[in-house]
């Protein structure tokens, strides 16, 4: 049988457990294999908030991932370094499967609704989704998705079958930005990430006034 892997990727600055929730939804309606969580060096749409290092930043997803036999760290993008470009990263995990002799592995990317509307800004969106199929996630409250946004760079057939692909999730009103800012104000930011994540936070004073922006060594 056919092995399904989906990409999902960010700043995971930090990881919440909305980032949790949407991978394990994906997961599970999609029966994938594996989720592997590709965190990004830096994004060439959000060049300047990467705030916590790269280090910490693996580290966090770590934590929040340990125990889901389903969930995978991806470093690869740091580790190529410069902005990430997510071509890139599917070309790479391709070779990878190629070696491994899983080339029939199907790819998923995993992304929320409200990313379509830059599709158009992403490096090189048609060969991107020639060759992994996206799976847009549905959020309450955000209305459906505008996947006018994606015509231009996919085949009817192919988008058609992305839109069968669509996930319904419950609206979740966590982001890192947020978490970053509640951090700084000494708020707190239990049930909102996992308790390993706020406790290595703490434990390495991150998002604190004197670590943003850039300011840790990576």
């Not at 890139?88 to 790819?107: F, G, H, M, N, P």
């Not at 319904?168 to 390993?196: C, E, F, M, N, W």
Request: a neutral charge; hydrophobic letters at 35%.
């Amino acid at each position: 049988m056919k092995r399904k892997i989906g990409l999902f990727g960010g700043s995971f600055d930090p990881i919440h457990h909305g980032h949790l929730m949407l991978a394990e939804l994906c997961r599970e309606s999609l029966q994938l294999d594996q989720v592997r969580f590709l965190v990004a060096n830096i994004s060439p749409l959000k060049t300047n908030q990467k705030t916590a290092s790269n280090r910490d930043r693996i580290e966090m997803v770590k934590l929040a991932i340990g125990g889901n036999p389903y969930f995978e760290l991806d470093t690869r993008e740091i580790d190529r370094g410069g902005v990430s470009y997510t071509l890139d990263s599917v070309r790479s995990i391709q070779e990878e499967l190629l070696r491994k002799d899983e080339a029939q592995t199907e790819l998923f990317l995993l992304m929320g609704a409200d990313v379509l509307k830059d599709i158009a800004k992403w490096h090189q969106p048609k060969q991107l989704f020639q060759l992994i199929t996206p799976c847009v996630i549905s959020r309450g409250g955000f209305g459906e998705p505008a996947w006018e946004h994606l015509q231009p760079f996919m085949s009817a057939d192919r988008l058609s079958a992305a839109q069968r692909l669509q996930v319904a999730a419950p609206q979740i009103d966590i982001s890192s930005t947020h978490l970053r800012t509640r951090v700084r104000k000494g708020q707190s930011i239990r049930y909102q990430v996992p308790p390993s994540v706020s406790a290595y936070i703490l434990a390495q004073s991150l998002y604190q006034e004197s670590t943003e922006p850039n300011s840790k060594s990576e």
